[in-house]
């Protein structure tokens, strides 16, 4: 009933920018906090940047001051802006979004597919 769609990923050269889009559709009542998590191969899954309904953000200390968070309400999508991409940076990015279907449910965790982006010369 909700479905997280992301895009934007692909090939870029370190120094290389990227945006990431994440759309949220389906019955969706409330979306509370927003965010960006990567994993990266052999590596476990981590948070990468977050936003809360109030815009309030987190950024993991490896992305701060490259990687800029935000979210249009509107259209129920949070975006990911990424600039001076490194090769570390290389990873399958996720969104994620706490959302209430209906003004009584608790909120639940969604999940979008994943999205690529690899940083190689």
């Known amino acids: 009933q909700v479905q997280l769609v992301e895009s934007g990923g692909g090939l870029v050269q370190p120094g290389g920018s990227l945006r990431l889009s994440c759309a949220a559709s389906?019955?969706?009542?409330?979306?509370?906090?927003m965010g960006w998590y990567r994993q990266a191969p052999g590596k476990e899954r981590e948070l990468v940047a977050s936003?809360?309904?109030?815009?309030?953000?987190s950024y993991a200390d490896s992305v701060k001051g490259r990687f800029t968070i935000s979210r249009d309400n509107a259209m129920n999508t949070v975006y990911l802006l990424m600039n001076s991409l490194k090769p570390e940076d290389t990873a399958v990015y996720y969104c994620?979004?706490?959302?209430?279907?209906?003004?009584?449910?608790?909120?639940?965790?969604?999940w979008g597919q994943g999205t690529q982006v690899t940083v190689s010369s």
């Open positions: 994620n979004a706490e959302i209430l279907t209906t003004a009584w449910a608790v909120g639940f965790g969604y």
């Open positions: 389906g019955r969706i009542y409330k979306i509370n906090g």
């Open positions: 936003i809360t309904s109030g815009s309030t953000t």
